[in-house]
Nanobody, 124 residues
């Protein structure tokens, strides 16, 4: 069963923008927090951003703060990651994840559901 599906990845030049979307199937137990993680080639999966169910609390990795914005539209079962001023080091597979409850977390082990990922490549 696929509970989360990411989309919006692609190839973009440095300095460009992309918006990722994460749609849940409707079967994820509410309320839940959504996080975005990424895995670059040869590296471990790392935290990028998270948002709580109500959208009132967000958290970002230092490497993306000020460039990325996470938001959600609960009636559409969708969480977004707006990525601006992209850099080559942002190249990775991006995953969305959901954890039951209302608190954000940067720890990947605390998330209960995962999507299959979408590739983001930043290159000229």
């Amino acid at each position: 069963q696929v509970e989360l599906v990411e989309s919006g990845g692609g190839l973009v030049q440095p300095g460009g923008s992309l918006r990722l979307s994460c749609v849940d199937s409707g079967r994820v137990v509410r309320p839940y927090t959504t996080g975005w993680f990424r895995r670059a080639p040869g590296k471990e999966r790392e935290f990028v951003a998270a948002i709580n169910w109500s959208g009132t609390d967000t958290d970002y990795a230092n490497s993306v703060r000020g460039r990325f914005t996470i938001s959600r539209d609960n009636p559409k079962n969708t969480v977004y990651l707006q990525m601006n001023s992209l850099k080559p080091e942002d190249t990775a597979v991006y995953y969305c994840a959901a954890r039951r409850g209302t608190g954000t977390s940067t720890k990947r082990g605390s998330y209960d559901y995962w999507g299959q990922g979408t590739q983001v490549t930043v290159s000229s």
